[in-house]
């Protein structure tokens, strides 16, 4: 059965450094999605991407967030600047045109110190 | 805005004892409406869905029925297993191609023997 796969499966940071989270969407799926779980917390939307575009965003993707697909398969999120309230899991997901059902990644858990 | 809210948890059950994680949600509009699941140490997994009123969602023995009038989409399973213990989240999107999903609070189970 199709999945998405995420890389790396952890990642700990310093506070200000770059990272870069990868996902291999489900292939023939358009539609991407990257959320985010702070400890205990609720999973929250950070952005959706269709045809090479952001299709919307949340509040908490500012700035310092930016998603790119830069291939035919690899969809990724870039934070510019770790602050440690980034820590998170952080999900991505993809779906298709007709069932419209977003399938989940394992996630990175991201740690900022 | 929509929201979702969710029975607080941890819930501890028994094994073979009756499930019930209640869910109601507050929308502009008729949503879709999802049960995801995250197991220890596991990303999300789709469990059910119910897309309009009134149709039932099922898989693995859990159930969850869209009630527009009342506003929930309560999930229940008639016996409980060990294996069941997770976390469970209630979920809604709007239909139309990348379209965000709007998660609970999550509820944890526990099944105990």
């Known amino acids: 059965e199709p999945e998405v796969t995420q890389t790396p499966s952890h990642q700990v940071t310093q506070m200000g450094q770059e990272v870069i989270l990868r996902c291999v969407p489900i292939?023939?799926?358009?539609?991407f999605y990257w959320y985010r779980q702070i400890l205990g917390q609720k999973v929250e939307f950070l952005v959706s991407?269709?045809?090479?575009?952001?299709?919307?965003k949340s509040e908490i993707f500012d700035d310092q967030f930016s998603v790119e697909r830069p291939d035919g398969s690899n969809f990724t999120l870039k934070i510019r600047s770790t602050k440690l309230e980034d820590s998170a899991m952080y999900f991505c997901?993809?779906?298709?045109?007709?069932?419209?059902?977003?399938?989940f990644g394992p996630g990175t858990r991201l740690l900022v110190l | 805005g929509n929201s979702v809210t969710q029975m607080e948890g941890p819930v501890t059950l028994s094994e073979e004892a009756f499930l019930t994680i209640n869910c109601t949600y507050t929308a502009t509009g008729y949503p879709s409406l999802f049960w995801y699941v995250q197991y220890p140490g596991e990303g999300l997994q789709l469990l059910l869905k119910a897309t309009k009123a009134d149709d039932k969602g099922s898989n693995k023995g859990f159930e969850a029925t869209y009630r527009k009038e009342t506003t929930s989409f309560h999930l229940e399973k008639g016996s409980v297993q060990v294996s069941d213990s997770a976390v469970y989240f209630c979920?809604?999107?709007?239909?139309?191609?990348?379209?965000?999903?709007?998660f609970g609070t999550g509820t944890q189970l526990k099944v105990e023997l």
């Open positions: 997901a993809s779906s298709d045109r007709v069932t419209e059902t977003q399938y």
């Open positions: 979920a809604l999107s709007f239909t139309g191609g990348g379209n965000k999903l709007t």
């Open positions: 292939s023939n799926h358009l539609y």
């Open positions: 991407f269709y045809n090479n575009e952001i299709s919307e």
